[in-house]
């Protein structure tokens, strides 16, 4: 079977404009998240959010959040863009204001001109938060069976307008702000205080292509990808199931397109948004995937530290998980200070944890009942 690897990282996220910038503050155990002007000018009851340094109009910012790591990607890879095709996730269409009046952002626009240079093929992933990582599972899958010898996948969203953050209020999804409260600790997945998701904005790629067209190419290798599965709920529009059966079925099928048991992990990187019925049930999950070993694989979240950018989480779960492949180490969940009594697992807190160099499973999991997982490991021996 054809070994499929990873050749390039793009990232621009609330750290700044590269991959190395968010790892390096993933690592670091801090937070990007700050109070959002635009949020605080409206009066809004949520301020936080994740907001990419990037200075761009407004009405170009989608564009520009997605063609930046893609570029960053392909460039790493040494790869042109029409020697690939592209798998990548938009997410919604969203807002933007020009001279004072709303102007609609089209994701199929967005997505047209960001593939239009790229071969085939050229697909758009819509299934809420877990797009991403199924763009890169589907990515994977092509690549696998020789159905496309390179393809750029990921994802990115721009999601901080007030009308969404009205919206995830409505549902009771996300943070609401609390005086004396700091904008940078508002998302703490699985902590006994978390209240909700922090929304964000940001982008990631991936060059993904055969093992052997990498080498031949001297391209870098950076980590494999070993398995992908994915899964629907059908359960409800806004919650999942509460024992986390969707999750723990789209972890599982990963695992056993892998050929891996729960037991052979070596950390998680997980969805872990800081909902108070998403956290517990994908903690469920976890726990049965792992079996005897649920207290003894390293798990983390990083959306304490960026947010929650919907359509784009699980590409930057990707870039995260591919370093920890590459470093050894796995950074902790940002704001987890005391883990909720159903939320047990053994979460990194406080400083990031070397791990020796084994898979890394990251999972997405979305509105509607949308799952997916990738799994990542170092690799091994080049033949």
Known sequence: MTRVVVTGLGAVS??????????????????????????????????????????????????????????????????????????????????????????????????????????????????????????????????????????????????????YALGFAWLQAVAVHRDGRDPATACRPFDRTRDGFVLAEGGAALVIEPLASAIARGAPVLAEIVGFGASQDAFDLNRPPPDGAGAELCMQRALDDAGLAGDALGAINAHGTGTRAGDPAEVAAIRRVLGDRWRAVPVTSIKGAVGHPMAAAGALQAVAAVQTCRTGLVPPTCNLVEPDVNCELDHVIGGARAIDALPVLSSSFGMGGQNATVIFTPTRELP
Do not use: K
């Open 14 to 163: 609330p750290f700044g404009l590269t991959a190395q910038a968010l790892w390096d503050g993933l690592v670091a155990g801090r937070s990007a998240v700050r109070a959002i002007d635009q949020f605080v000018a409206a009066r809004l009851p949520v301020i936080a959010g994740g907001q990419v340094p990037l200075d761009v109009p407004e009405t170009s910012r989608d564009l520009a959040i997605s063609q930046h790591p893609i570029d960053a990607a392909l460039a790493q890879a040494g790869l042109a863009p029409e020697a690939a095709g592209i798998i990548w996730a938009n997410g919604l269409d969203t807002f933007a204001h020009q001279d004072g009046a709303l102007v609609e952002r089209s994701a199929g626009a967005c997505f047209a001109a960001v593939t239009a240079r790229f071969g085939r093929p050229r697909r758009m992933i819509a299934t809420a938060c877990a797009s991403a990582t199924q763009a890169i599972g589907e990515a994977f899958r092509l690549v696998r069976r020789g159905a496309v010898t390179a393809c750029v996948a990921g994802g990115a969203t721009v999601m901080l307008t007030p009308h």
